[in-house]
C-alpha cells in the first residue's frame, strides 16, 4: 500500500468533489485541468478561502441557461443543489419516501431519502403537467425561516457571482418572497457587456464585466446590496405580490412548459401534496394559537378543512 501525505489525500479529495459534485461537466469521468487551479496557488491552506457556494451556484446558473437551448441534451452542475432547492420549495416533486430527520450540523439535503424512479415519457409529461398547474398554495415559501436575510446577509447580495471564467448575475429582488417580502415588479436584469450565440449552437459566449463583479463582492455590504427597507413584510400570506407583477411576469416569462400537442391527458388537482399544503394551511394557524382560539374561529377553521377535504374528493373521481 502506498504512503500518502494528509496534503495529498485532501487534494485527492477535493479533485473528485470538484469534479464529482460541484463543477460537474457532460466529459463523464474526466475532470478539466482548469480545476487544478483551485488548489495550485495556496495549496490546501487556500480551500478555506474560496468561496464554494457562489462559485457552485454561478456554475449551475450557466449549465441551466445552456440546459434551456433549443437542442440542448442533458444538464450539468451541482444536481444535488438543484434536486434539494426544489424539494425544499415544490412539495409536489419531493420524493414519494417519507422525510427523514436530520441531526443539527448536517446537511439539509440528508432530509430527503431518495429511490431510483423509472424514467419514462408519459412521467416527464406528467412533471412539465404539474408545472403548468402549480398555484403560490404549493410553493413552500420560507423552507429556511421568515428572516432568510438575517440568518445568511450574503443573500441579499445585488451583482454577480464568479467562478473562473465563469461570471453570472445575482438579483434577489426577482425572488422577494423567498426572503419574505412582497414580490413587486424588480429592476431590469444585469446585462452582459457582450453576448453571442451562433445560430447553429448550443453554446454561446457571454463576457460580463469582471471588475464590477469584484467590486461588488467586496464591497458588500457597504454597498451592492438589496435594502429590504424599501420593501413591504408579507406578513400574512407568503406569496403576495403588487398589482403589477402578474402581469409583467406574463409578458416576460416562458407561462407553460408542457408541449400541448403531445402533453398528455392527466387527470387534474389529483396530487396529494396539492391537498395537503392547503389543509395545513388552515391547519397551522390553529395549531399555533390553539389555546387561545376563540371557538368560533376553530369552527371555522375545521370547516375550511372539511371543505377542502370534500373538493379533493371531488376531484379524485
Known amino acids: 500500500m502506498v504512503d500518502r501525505t494528509p496534503d495529498t489525500s485532501l487534494v485527492g479529495w477535493m479533485f473528485l468533489m470538484l469534479g464529482t459534485s460541484l463543477f460537474v461537466d457532460k466529459s463523464g469521468s474526466r475532470i478539466r485541468p482548469s480545476r487544478i487551479l483551485e488548489l495550485k496557488d495556496g495549496g490546501v491552506d487556500s480551500v478555506t478561502q474560496y468561496s464554494w457556494g457562489a462559485a457552485t451556484l454561478a456554475f449551475l446558473y450557466r449549465q441551466l441557461g445552456v440546459a434551456s437551448r433549443d437542442g440542448s441534451q442533458g444538464i450539468s452542475g451541482c444536481l444535488t443543489l438543484l434536486q434539494a432547492w426544489i424539494y425544499e420549495y415544490f412539495s409536489t416533486f419531493r420524493p414519494h419516501t417519507s422525510r427523514l430527520t436530520f441531526e443539527p450540523g448536517t446537511a439539509r439535503a440528508c432530509m430527503w431519502s431518495i429511490r431510483q424512479e423509472r424514467r419514462s415519457l408519459v412521467r ?46 445575482y438579483m434577489p429582488d426577482r425572488v422577494l418572497r423567498q426572503l419574505g417580502y412582497m414580490q413587486v415588479i424588480p429592476s431590469p436584469i444585469l446585462r ?10 448550443i453554446g454561446y459566449e457571454v463576457v460580463f464585466p469582471v471588475a464590477s463583479t469584484e467590486s461588488a463582492w467586496h464591497m458588500f ?12 413584510r408579507a406578513e400574512l400570506d407568503p406569496s403576495t405580490y403588487s398589482s403589477g407583477y402578474l402581469p409583467w411576469l406574463c409578458r416576460n416569462s416562458h407561462r407553460h412548459v408542457a408541449n400541448m400537442d ?56
Request: glycine letters at 4%; hydrophobic letters at 40%.
Open 124 to 169: 416527464l409529461q406528467s412533471f412539465r403537467t404539474s408545472i403548468d398547474q402549480l398555484t403560490s398554495i404549493e410553493v413552500t415559501w420560507l423552507p429556511y425561516g421568515p428572516d432568510l436575510a438575517l440568518t445568511v446577509p450574503r443573500t441579499t447580495l445585488c451583482g454577480w457571482l464568479r467562478y473562473r471564467d465563469i461570471i453570472e448575475p
Open 262 to 317: 403531445h402533453a398528455g391527458v392527466f387527470s387534474d388537482r389529483t396530487n396529494a401534496p396539492y391537498w395537503m399544503e392547503r389543509c395545513i394551511r388552515v391547519v397551522q394557524p390553529w395549531m399555533d394559537a390553539r389555546d387561545i382560539m376563540p371557538t368560533e374561529e376553530t369552527r371555522a377553521a375545521v370547516d375550511d378543512v372539511e371543505k377542502i377535504i370534500s373538493d379533493w374528493n371531488l376531484f379524485a373521481k
Open 221 to 232: 455590504p457597504r454597498g451592492f446590496r438589496l435594502v429590504l427597507s424599501e420593501f413591504q
Open 192 to 201: 452582459p457587456e457582450f453576448a453571442y450565440r451562433p445560430f447553429d449552437s
